[in-house]
């Protein structure tokens, strides 16, 4: 087993990965959700939950201006510029760890993020998008009106004034954001059974205990998230999803979600030119964060994708000419859940 956190230097900035797992395995980058969160002090969790550095390298990355990546800068922060340091990473991350490609598991904007770094570089060979952001003005609305349709049904005055003194979308500030995320959460779209402040303090629990991080390194990681998602939630209106893929696709979908609407997963998905295969995987029961809520449900739900890398892998990539090059698998991807939207390849 390996264990080491590297350092890469990305557009002059110093960021973290932890490595963790099967010393041979295949590399399985997982890129965190957003905007600001961190991702290293979830390794220990994400491991109890799902298992996967049995089988692979997973390396866990602090984006620019989290975790351990600091980045003093405060101006916006486009997703032109987080998909920039996700491919730069895939580069390095092969380069260093000697390896032709990676496969990526991104969660929420994370997802969102490894399917369009598919344009910038070769060395993706599969992506797991889990609740990607497809469409994050409809996305703004769809949660807003959520948030007010349960506040009213609930008889829950204070936020229904909240939400009605923050307006409606774009929520642009840190302060509306949140306001609009604090009550979507209490009412059950992000985690199924677990309040704002319950996740809150698990997250701020396991930064002030992981081994990763200082106790100082920690309180600067948890002052950065507000400083960060402030620049990031300037930089988002140029997301524009792409009309095709070219490696294998899966999207991880919680049917309760509010905070990416099933609807427009389903659109996309359907509407995605996919030659090496793409599938929509539904979780009944969980809403943005199935990997927390439902990890023997989301662990059967992502199986065959993870399978078919830790078995194809080896003999579907090679190196030439220093370019990455892939081979189409020869295993469609059908994941063994209901519910279930698939394609194989063309």
């Avoid at 987080?82 to 990526?104: I, Y």
């Avoid at 910038?120 to 769809?142: K, M, Q, W, Y």
């Avoid at 939400?163 to 979507?184: C, K, N, Q, S, Y």
């Avoid at 998230?225 to 070219?246: C, E, F, H, N, Y």
Wanted: proline share 7%.
């Amino acid at each position: 087993m390996t264990n080491r956190l590297e350092t890469f230097t990305i557009a002059g900035l110093t960021h973290f990965v932890l490595v963790r797992g099967k010393a041979d395995g295949p590399v399985l980058l997982l890129v965190q959700a957003g905007p600001g969160f961190p991702m290293i002090h979830e390794a220990d969790a994400l491991q109890r939950a799902l298992g996967l550095e049995a089988e692979f390298r997973v390396a866990y990355w602090d984006q620019r201006g989290t975790g351990r990546s600091v980045d003093p800068a405060t101006s916006p922060l486009t997703i032109a510029h987080l998909t920039t340091d996700l491919g730069a990473l895939v580069e390095a991350l092969t380069a260093r760890l000697q390896v032709p490609a990676v496969s990526v598991m991104g969660f929420s904007l994370g997802g969102t993020l490894a399917i369009l770094a598919t344009e910038l570089t070769r060395r993706i060979s599969r992506v797991v998008a889990v609740g990607p952001d497809i469409d994050l003005a409809g996305s703004e609305a769809f949660a807003w009106a959520f948030a007010q349709e349960q506040a009213v049904r609930r008889g829950h005055r204070r936020a229904l004034a909240q939400l009605l003194a923050i307006g409606p979308p774009p929520h642009d500030t840190t302060e509306r954001f949140m306001t609009r995320v604090r009550w979507v959460t209490e009412f059950g779209g992000i985690h199924v059974g677990r309040t704002f402040t319950q996740l809150a303090g698990t997250l701020a629990m396991r930064l002030l205990t992981s081994p990763h991080y200082s106790l100082p390194q920690a309180f600067v990681a948890l002052r950065a998230m507000q400083r960060t998602q402030a620049r990031v939630l300037l930089g988002l209106s140029d997301l524009a999803m792409p009309g095709r893929i070219t490696v294998p696709l899966t999207v991880i979908q919680g049917r309760l979600d509010v905070a990416a609407p099933p609807a427009f997963a389903q659109r996309w998905v359907d509407s995605l030119e996919a030659p090496r295969g793409k599938s929509l995987v539904w979780l009944d029961r969980c809403a943005h964060t199935p990997h927390y809520e439902d990890p023997p449900a989301f662990r059967a739900a992502v199986a065959p994708a993870l399978a078919s890398v830790a078995q194809s892998l080896p003999a579907a990539q090679r190196m030439t000419s220093g370019k990455f090059e892939a081979t189409s698998s020869t295993e469609a991807d059908r994941p063994r859940t209901s519910n279930t939207s698939a394609s194989g390849s063309a």
